[in-house]
């Protein structure tokens, strides 16, 4: 897959001579797919994308039916399977750019806590598992993030409380491209392990 989504990032670079730039991938690709192949290449990007995406889809629905059976075990599962295949297929039907405009500042949100969890839990060997250091690194990266999520919302909407709250995010390095939690992620870490640290050596003492 990376070397997949790589190759389609080279495509879109290269396309950037031959076509004008669009608000998304989409455009690109069927001009490219319609340079290449004709009215054919429209069918077979049609084939690709589906093939790429149903893997994704069925894993996103099972895993959603899987949890929620768990946490309400009283609803059928096909029920939550239902509901986890209609509800993205409403959304789907907004159009992309429409799509894209509302996702991508929630997902400046959530993107840093979920990589800071990930990797925690993979260094779990080196670092522990302290509840203080999860709790610590998770203090120090939501603030940045949710200045990151505001970042991402249109231009149009940077003003008032917002444009006064985006303020506070040019203290951080890396803020202009995204990565604003990255430096409080990296404190959140040391100070959680220091104080998992101290905590473990009170306990002990006691």
Do not use: Q
Not at 90 to 112: C, E, K, M, Q
Not at 160 to 174: F, I, Q
């Amino acid at each position: 897959m990376a070397i997949i989504y790589g190759l389609l990032a080279l495509l879109g670079r290269n396309a950037l001579g031959t076509f004008s730039r669009a608000a998304n991938g989409g455009p690109i690709l069927a001009n490219v797919a319609h340079a290449y192949f004709g009215s054919f290449g429209n069918v077979l990007l049609m084939v690709l994308v589906i093939l790429a995406c149903l893997k994704t889809a069925i894993g996103l629905i099972t895993a959603f039916g899987d949890t929620f059976k768990e946490l309400f075990p009283k609803v059928p599962y096909a029920v939550l399977i239902a509901l986890a295949s209609a509800v993205p297929l409403i959304f789907a039907n907004v159009g992309l750019d429409r799509l894209l405009l509302f996702s991508t500042p929630i997902l400046y949100f959530i993107y840093p806590l979920a990589i800071t969890l990930i990797l925690l839990g993979l260094l779990t060997p080196v670092l522990g598992e302290s509840r203080w250091l999860f709790g610590t690194v998770t203090l120090f990266t939501v603030i940045p993030a949710l200045l990151d999520g505001l970042n991402a919302l249109p231009a149009n909407l940077h003003t008032g409380v917002v444009a006064a709250t985006l303020k506070l995010g040019e203290w951080l390095p890396g803020f202009s491209i995204g990565l604003g939690w990255t430096v409080p992620a990296v404190i959140g870490v040391i100070v959680g392990w220091l104080l998992a640290k101290t905590m473990t050596k009170s306990a002990t003492v006691s």
